[in-house]
Nanobody
């Protein structure tokens, strides 16, 4: 079972930025697609972004396109989520998750087997 640890969450004002990190226990990210999800109180878990194992192709939810950027550092086996122009609606617990069954990543949580513990992001003035 892959271990994932998120970090980088916190309190930020609207319009601000945060960079989340997802450190994995993988020997290589070449076999794992990594997804970022978020869950606000009273809402379902939502797929935010993901990066595919095989070619590094990416997916973004419409709500974050143009504001969030996902990237990976293969040497560190870590995936990042740069979040800019943050809005109060971006508030929630952010989770990263890993999938090693499919070539291309997906924003569907059902595709992912291993999850981190989450990091809180609060966007408020």
């Amino acid at each position: 079972q892959l271990q994932l640890v998120e970090s980088g969450g916190g309190l930020v004002q609207p319009g601000g930025s945060l960079k989340l990190s997802c450190a994995t226990s993988a020997l290589t990210l070449d076999y794992y697609s990594i997804g970022w999800f978020r869950q606000a109180p009273g809402k379902e878990r939502e797929g935010v972004s993901c990066i595919s194992a095989n070619d590094g192709s990416t997916y973004y939810a419409d709500s974050v396109k143009g504001r969030f950027t996902i990237s990976r550092d293969r040497a560190k086996n870590t995936v990042y989520l740069q979040m800019n122009s943050l809005k109060p609606d971006d508030t929630g617990v952010y989770y990263c998750a890993a999938d090693n069954r499919y070539l291309y990543c997906s924003g569907s949580a059902a595709r992912y087997d291993d999850w981190g513990q989450g990091t809180q992001v609060t966007v408020s003035s």
